[in-house]
T-cell receptor, first 111, second 113 residues
Framework: LAKTTQPISMDSYEGQEVNITCSHN???????ITWYQQFPSQGPRFIIQ???TKVTNEVASLFIPADRKSSTLSLPRVSLSDTAVYYC????????????FGGGTRLMVKP | EAQVTQNPRYLITVTGKKLTVTCSQN?????MSWYRQDPGLGLRQIYY?????VTDKGDVPEGYKVSRKEKRNFPLILESPSPNQTSLYFC?????WGHGTQYFGPGTRLLVL
């Protein structure tokens, strides 16, 4: 079962780029890496997903090194509304494979 | 609108009084899960289901039951709630396991006295 480790919290300022790293040393071959964003009292919301190398969408980029033992979520030019908890999730498509969320990283964006 | 709904959104109950939290999705997803969220502990999976009549334990299944008689519904049952089950509960569904986006419901805040 792939366990993930993330920093508990991070601070940033508006307009800066934020990078949040997730460690998943025992990731399995068929596991994907997914990041979610959560605001207080709301359900998590999908941000981005990848398997290897780099993935980019309109919201974020995800960098995954060749060994896949870690991944980095990159948020370009954050704003106050990006203040939230960010979760790294590792899971595969084998039947019976549980999904495990990391502890989450609380990002505080300051003016 | 594609969504996951949960009911009730808020519930206060007493120890030992059986309760059910309903979850329904209208996206025809195969996979559904229940999570609980507690301060400092993040999201922990309680049970998950890969199809109708197929369910399995997650990280913290003790004290909970689930059923999946229909594809769209995945109720969470607390047969004899205890105060340590006071938490925020989320239901989620996904078209694929692992590498599929999970769609989360709005959450159910439960207080067990």
């Amino acid at each position: 079962l792939a366990k993930t480790t993330q920093p508990i919290s991070m601070d940033s300022y508006e307009g800066q780029e934020v990078n949040i790293t997730c460690s998943h040393n025992n990731i399995a071959t068929n596991d994907y890496i997914t990041w979610y964003q959560q605001f207080p009292s709301q359900g998590p919301r999908f941000i981005i997903q990848g398997y290897k190398t780099k993935v980019t969408n309109e919201v974020a980029s995800l960098f995954i090194p060749a060994d896949r033992k870690s991944s980095t979520l990159s948020l370009p030019r954050v704003s106050l509304s990006d203040t939230a908890v960010y979760y790294c999730l590792v899971g595969g498509d084998n039947a019976g494979n549980m999904l495990t969320f990391g502890g989450g990283t609380r990002l505080m964006v300051k003016p | 609108e594609a969504q996951v709904t949960q009911n009730p959104r808020y519930l206060i109950t007493v120890t030992g009084k059986k309760l059910t939290v309903t979850c329904s999705q209208n996206m025809n997803h195969e996979y559904m899960s229940w999570y609980r969220q507690d301060p400092g502990l993040g999201l922990r999976q309680i049970y998950y289901s890969m199809n109708v009549e197929v369910t399995d334990k997650g990280d913290v299944p003790e004290g909970y039951k689930v059923s999946r008689k229909e594809k769209r519904n995945f109720p969470l049952i607390l047969e004899s709630p205890s105060p340590n089950q006071t938490s925020l509960y989320f239901c989620a569904s996904s078209p694929f396991w692992g590498h599929g986006t999970q769609y989360f419901g709005p959450g159910t805040r439960l207080l067990v006295l």
